[in-house]
């Protein structure tokens, strides 16, 4: 079952505080004129009400946190090889594309948009509960190709420089042999995975406005808007900026020196 968990922190901070202000409000009062009509000392708050006065503030802080600022996430597959590996656990700016409400998700302030080599974490399109990470390729307006493992801009390819033979541990050990190259797509630079005999889904593209073409880095093992089209600009959740943890369950493997890595 999967669980929405904004829903879940605006729902305990909606109770929390409607329990609060219902005892101060209310209840509160009611002790008090009971216990001066019979000259005794107010009875103390109800269990229930001390919770909610604790946790309250906790609830809002973390639900304030959560959908403004920074949200973590796990990275549960290698589609982002080399760049993020099984079992990282990354934080995502939530202010970078805009301002969204909680929960309903609509855009109130309008602060920025994706640029070109941009690591995004985003609600998959055809399952917005689920939430992919993958690169921007292509703004609104580009032409975007993909041929013999190349990907090209506007008809221009995106230069790339071969940096040696990947040596993958744990859960990517599956990719210990593939090529291992520097893909300067401007102004970002980074390094992608490529399997000689692999085959490719080729072809090519406009990117319609309001709408992102995104890649994985692991070019032969991803599933991206090369299969299911492109990303709206709603479905944006934030720009992927730090590893802050990064434990391969799977391979049984703790990462250390990942740790406080940034993301690009």
Partial sequence: MKIDFAAVLLSLVLASGAVWLLDQ??????RQRAAARSGAVAAPRPKVVEYARSFFPIFLAVLLLRSFLVEPFRIPSGSMMPTLLVGDFILVNKF???IRLPVIDIKVVDVGRPQRGDVVVFRYPEDPSVPFIKRVVGLPGDRVGYYNKVL???GQPVPQEPIG????TGSGAVMTGAEVKRELLQPATHDILVQAGAPSLEGETVVP???YFVMGDNRDNSRDSRYWGTVPDRNLIGKAFLIWFSWDWGGSELHWERIGDSIH
């Fill in 25 to 30: 409000w209310v209840l509160a009062p009611a």
């Fill in 96 to 98: 970078t594309y805009g």
């Fill in 152 to 154: 090209y801009i506007n």
């Fill in 165 to 168: 033979v990947y040596h993958g």
């Fill in 209 to 211: 406005e309001g709408r």
